[in-house]
């Protein structure tokens, strides 16, 4: 079956930039969007952003003008550019991705997740 495979968290001090990657792999047979949720203890979850195949974007109003994703659809890769980061960004980031199979069933998959830590 299909998995997502994440890259690029860490440590990163406030005003600073960190670039995500999601790649997906498996019975893919087309991508109907890839994105990130965040995690982190004491607060509720949060969508930070979405790329569709056709490349429309949604993001959380907490990121918008700091975050920018893309995508390769070729790579059925996805990448999260962040910057300006504040110390409220500290979170667990899961990769997310909706995809039809190979079987023609559409499923929404997540990635192993990384950790994102902003100093002050």
């Known amino acids: 079956q299909g998995q997502l495979v994440e890259a690029g968290g860490g440590l990163v001090q406030a005003g600073g930039s960190l670039r995500l990657s999601c790649a997906a792999s498996g019975s893919i047979f087309r991508i109907n969007y890839m994105g990130w949720d965040r995690q982190a203890p004491g607060k509720q979850g949060e969508l930070v952003a979405r790329i569709t195949k056709g490349g429309s974007t949604n993001y959380a109003d907490s990121v918008k003008g700091r975050f920018t994703i893309s995508s390769s659809n070729a790579k059925n890769t996805a990448y999260l550019k962040m910057h300006s980061l504040k110390p409220e960004d500290t979170a667990f980031y899961l990769c997310?991705?909706?995809?039809?199979?190979?079987?023609?069933?559409?499923?929404?998959?997540w990635g192993q997740g990384t950790q994102v830590t902003v100093s002050s």
């Open positions: 997310t991705a909706e995809s039809l199979s190979t079987a023609r069933l559409t499923t929404v998959g």
